[in-house]
């Protein structure tokens, strides 16, 4: 058999430690709430701080750390992007994936080669949680919105993030039969 992989790389650190550089594990978080009968998503303006893609929007996302869930990951990025704490939404939510995410998508991009789980949830609230950029490193995120689900179109999104829109919306109803036009 012939595969196309590439081995991994073993590097040595300068205190004599190994260690081998392999794809990363990402995980983007989807947060759908509905107030008031209208429909919003959490999306962040990437900060002129970071390596690719600065003033684009996206999802709150990131890179799994050492020790940590990719559940654990994704409440941890939504809280440092965004300044919402997932965990309050659960006890609202009608569809969660944090125990499981809705998604996997390991196929390796031109400029990336990450395994990204893709976590979420829905819920209705009866009024959006407050959103801050103080618990960012500096520069990393430039703004924060509860978008309205009409207006996703109107933003340039980084790594295909709006495309991972339209699949959650897509998944919401198929599997939960949560839908919006």
């Known amino acids: ?12 650190t300068a205190d004599g430690r190994e260690v081998w550089l392999s794809r990363s594990v990402a995980v983007t978080v989807c947060v759908l709430l509905e107030c008031q009968g209208q429909p919003y998503i959490l999306v962040n303006q990437r900060g002129p701080g970071m390596p690719d893609y600065p003033g ?48 996997v998508s390991s196929t390796p991009g031109d400029n990336r080669q990450n395994v990204t789980i893709h976590h979420g949830l829905h819920a209705r ?14 520069n990393e995120t430039a703004e924060v919105r509860w978008l309205p689900l009409a ?9 295909h993030h709006r ?11 198929q599997t939960a039969g949560v839908r919006y036009a």
Request: hydrophobic share 40%.
């Open 1 to 12: 058999m012939k595969f196309k992989n590439r081995a991994n790389e073993c590097v040595k």
């Open 56 to 103: 684009y929007w996206n999802l709150p996302c990131g890179y799994l750390d050492y020790d940590e869930t990719t559940a654990e990951a994704a409440v941890r990025e939504v809280w440092e992007e965004c300044g919402v704490n997932t965990l309050d939404l659960l006890p609202q939510a009608t569809v969660a994936f944090f125990d499981q995410p809705w998604d």
């Open 125 to 138: 609230v009866s009024e959006l949680p407050a959103v801050s950029i103080e618990h960012c490193e500096p």
């Open 151 to 159: 207006e996703v179109g109107s933003l340039t999104y980084a790594f």
């Open 163 to 173: 495309e991972r829109i339209a699949r959650f919306l897509d998944h919401l109803a």
